[in-house]
């Protein structure tokens, strides 16, 4: 099956440091989205990004399909934005989305 | 517009009992997928739902199963539980198909005992 892979696997930021996490994934894909998953579990959609590049807010998101990556800015973090980050893909021989391990982030005062 | 719902969201159970988990999807989403999530394996993929059918089931056993409404609200049911089964399970729903950009719900927390 696919390979999904994050880095890094932990980061700890200073309030208001900037970061790029980072996406590879082994084969073409129809889906990919970022999720932060907060601290009840819940899975907050961030992107929707098979390709091209989106902003929203200090977040922002580009996905360069034809090398198979995506990465994902978090600009002047916030202590709220702790938490893990998940990439998640959809083969497009496949039916169903594949998790990476996650990136796990904490944001200190 | 009203997101995944999903109950119980906590839930207790003793090994070989069986249990019911409930999903309701986004209004107007017909596609309901289930994702089961434990430290050691991470997120992994149970099953999707669309128009009442299974389209698709991941690597489980036969105690996992489901079903769809005609009002596409889901539901799973494990049967003979064991203490692997002790996970959060996610409920996610999509317009059409799982191509399309996927929600999440809450998740329901089973704990087996």
């Known amino acids: 099956g696919i390979q999904v892979e994050q880095s890094p696997p932990d980061l700890i930021l200073q309030e208001g440091a900037n970061s790029t996490l980072r996406c590879n994934f082994s084969?073409?894909?129809?889906?990919l989205q970022w999720f932060h998953q907060n601290p009840w579990g819940q899975l907050i959609n961030l992107f929707y990004?098979?390709?091209g590049t989106k902003q929203n807010g200090r977040l922002s998101a580009t996905t360069v399909a034809t090398e198979r990556y995506s990465l994902l800015y978090i600009s002047s973090s916030q202590t709220t934005d702790s938490g893990v980050y998940f990439c998640?893909?959809?083969?497009?021989?496949?039916?169903?989305?594949?998790f990476g391990k996650g990136t796990s982030l904490l944001v200190t005062p | 517009k009203a997101g995944v719902t999903q109950t119980p969201r906590y839930l207790i159970k003793t090994r070989g009992q069986q249990v019911t988990l409930s999903c309701s999807p986004i209004s107007g989403h017909r596609s309901v997928s289930w994702y089961q999530q434990t430290p050691g394996q991470g997120l992994q993929f149970l099953f999707e739902?669309?128009?009442?059918?299974?389209?698709n089931k991941g690597n489980f056993p036969g105690r996992f199963s489901g079903r769809q409404f005609s009002n596409s609200r889901s539901e799973m049911n494990v049967s003979t539980l064991e203490l692997g089964d002790s996970a959060l399970y996610l409920c996610?729903?999509?317009?059409?198909?799982?191509?399309?950009?996927?929600?999440f719900g809450p998740g329901t927390r089973l704990t087996v005992t």
């Open positions: 990004i098979p390709s």
């Open positions: 998640a893909v959809r083969p497009g021989s496949g039916y169903a989305l594949n």
């Open positions: 739902y669309f128009s009442e059918t299974q389209r």
């Open positions: 996610a729903s999509s317009l059409v198909v799982s191509a399309y950009e996927q929600y």
């Open positions: 084969d073409s894909v129809n889906n």
